[in-house]
């Protein structure tokens, strides 16, 4: 099978979690033998290897202009319209959630994503495209090959602003993008049932393929210490519930003042949320680090005792499985998608402050609990592999294809 799989980022050139799963796809779809070619705006280009190649767009036509944050990141984000209150006083507001531009530059990958196909004469079975980024560019290569497309949705505007609102431009090509193709995979139940309910797509034409991932468990080698240290990784916005992590690290010190809360990341509510340790006097024991690189991320949990995702909307989550995997016993949003997956972590809805807080203190004080939720999380572990994912999309492609 020959893929042309479309994505605005992969690493070394990436901002979050998409990136990494299209790159595990690329070696996976390879290892079985078939031939992908990963087009993405800007990229230092790899020649056509044994099995994959990587092609910026920008080689051909105009050239695509990124927002400064990151090098790639179509989540680069200020503040959403309706949480605009949450920026301290004296910052500078914003009216989008993207940086300047990027619905424009998103069309003009479009133009150029077609041109590049055209111009080398790429041949392909079906082209697959991550992200709402890329839609607009896989529907126009579509309709210009005849070929099937397939969209791959991570992530949707409702989740990066906590279930509530939508940018309407991004809406718009979202909706036209999971509309227009021959097949919406879903990362999670949860996802499929917003794109069901929220962009009106069929149900026929959706498929639920859960994310993975890559190496073998092992048990963690904490460093040592005073204390306790439980891990917040991610970013610092309305999405991820960091405000919630807070309220709860709070009640848990009140009978644990030995423990340290780490909250790992950036973002629009971080000013904010230092301001506000401050306010509740636990300054001292929440730690904030900033952005990390992914492997001084997980470094991070070569010291965790215990990792909490609280996402107020999460379409997946591959954090909680990288803190599984390096032995850290984990607490999980019911508003995830990872929680479809991980019969052995403890759960909680978001907004439930006290509970979480008792989850905690319950997993600090009875190292039996964590040691068996660790154990019996990574044989759900074990079931989670980029082979079936692989699998998965194959017998996809092939339904399209023939």
């Not at 992908?36 to 092609?55: C, D, F, K």
């Not at 041949?123 to 529907?139: C, E, K, N, Q, S």
């Not at 990872?338 to 403890?346: C, F, G, P, R, Y």
């Amino acid at each position: 099978m020959n893929v042309l799989m479309l994505g605005w980022e992969l690493p070394p050139y990436f901002a979050g979690g998409v990136g990494v799963v299209a790159r595990a796809l690329i070696d996976s779809l390879a290892e079985r033998g078939n031939r992908v070619t990963y087009l993405m705006p800007r990229a230092p280009e790899s020649g056509p290897g044994e099995r994959a190649q990587v092609i910026g767009a920008d080689a051909i036509g105009e050239r695509i202009e990124l927002p400064e944050a990151t090098r790639l990141s179509p989540y680069w984000q200020s503040a959403a319209p309706h949480s605009q209150s949450l920026l301290l006083r004296g910052a500078k507001p914003h009216a989008a959630l993207y940086g300047p531009d990027l619905v424009a530059e998103v069309q003009r990958f479009a133009r150029a994503a077609l041109r590049a196909v055209e111009a080398r004469g790429l041949r392909f079975d079906v082209i697959h495209a991550h992200d709402w980024t890329t839609f607009p560019a896989a529907l126009a290569i579509g309709r210009a090959s005849g070929r099937p497309v397939v969209v791959h949705v991570h992530i949707t505007e409702f989740d990066k602003s906590g279930g509530e609102h939508a940018d309407p431009d991004v809406y718009a090509i979202e909706r036209a993008g999971m509309h227009g193709a021959d097949r919406v995979v879903a990362v999670s139940h949860f996802t499929a049932r917003r794109c069901r309910e929220q962009y009106g797509v069929p149900a026929e034409k959706l498929v639920v393929v859960h994310n993975a991932i890559s190496g073998e468990p092992g048990a963690s080698l904490p460093l040592p210490s005073r204390g306790p240290l439980v891990l917040y990784l991610g970013r610092m916005t309305l999405q991820k519930g960091p405000d919630y992590f807070l309220e709860a690290a709070a009640r848990v010190l009140e009978q644990r003042p030995d423990a340290t809360f780490v909250m790992a990341g950036s973002g629009d509510m971080l000013p904010e949320l230092v301001e506000r340790a401050a306010a509740m006097g636990i300054g001292r024991q929440v730690l904030f680090t900033g952005f990390l690189k992914h492997e001084e991320a997980l470094e991070l949990h070569q010291r965790a005792s215990l990792f909490v995702m609280p996402s107020v909307s999460e379409p997946f989550g591959i954090v909680p499985l990288e803190a599984l995997q390096r032995g850290v016993p984990v607490i999980v949003s019911r508003q995830s998608g990872v929680s479809e997956v991980l019969a052995h972590a403890l759960k909680v809805d978001f907004w439930d402050v006290e509970r979480l807080a008792a989850r905690i203190l319950s997993a600090l004080a009875f190292p039996a609990l964590s040691k068996t939720l660790v154990a019996n999380g990574q044989e759900d572990l074990k079931k989670l592999s980029w082979a079936r994912v692989a699998e998965r999309l194959l017998g996809i492609y092939s339904e399209l294809v023939h």
